[in-house]
């Protein structure tokens, strides 16, 4: 069977307990809880304007982090600076604007190239992998691989906001062609945003895919049913999509 990696977003325990300035919940217990679910990852976004993730955070994860910390962050000095000192096993760079809900396209690799490729070589440096989130476009995977990324995670939001089967369909085919690419040129392909137990299927069924980074629908879940079962059961389903003949 092909396994894949499940990255579970803890962000939005801290965007909880950002919302009344309290201690509480605690994203650390809410990692401990997520690798009690089969976690083989735990993945914080340290913000620009800090709206969740602390660096009070991202310093206890990783102590207390038993699988892989992913680091998702803008490609700047600041941010640079803070991984370089914490050392994630990964960082995923991430386009980030102040006014966004949540991070709303992929990185636009191809336009920002330098300060892209300046970034990966810092990181690298710094002995982190980089993986680039970028949307499931060729260029963009081409001028990933320039910069030497080490892997690129896709952006699934539009295939799972999409209003139609139609639509639908047709972005679940720029994934599979996307993903297809990235195996041809060697380059380690993952996807994440907006994933839910209802659209996880179809994607985890791109065998070239061996990462999935999700954060909301799980901890939703997380409120109704505890935070080991809602990992647990959404590793199951990616599990499932990935058998043969599913
Ligand atoms: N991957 C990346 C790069 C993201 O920025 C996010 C959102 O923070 C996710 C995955 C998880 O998205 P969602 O919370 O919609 O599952």
Known sequence: MDEARLGVNIDHVATLRQARGTTYPDPV??????????????????REDRRHIQERDLRILRETVQTRLNLEMAATKEMSKIAYEF???MATLVPEKREELTTEGGLDVALHRDAVKETVRFLKDGDIRVSLFVDPDIDQIRAAHKVSADAV?????AYCEAKSAVLRKAELQRLLDAAK????????????????????????????????NIGHSILARAVFIGMQAAVAEMKTAIRQARRPGA
């Open 29 to 46: 217990t809410a990692a401990a809880l997520a690798e009690l679910g089969g976690a083989d990852q735990i993945t914080i976004h340290l």
């Open 87 to 89: 050392k994630p096993e």
């Open 153 to 157: 995670e896709l952006h699934t939001g």
């Open 181 to 212: 690419t990235c195996a041809k040129i060697g380059l380690p392909v993952y996807a994440g945003h907006g994933l839910n137990l209802v659209n996880v299927g179809q994607v985890a069924s791109i065998l070239e895919i061996t990462e999935f």
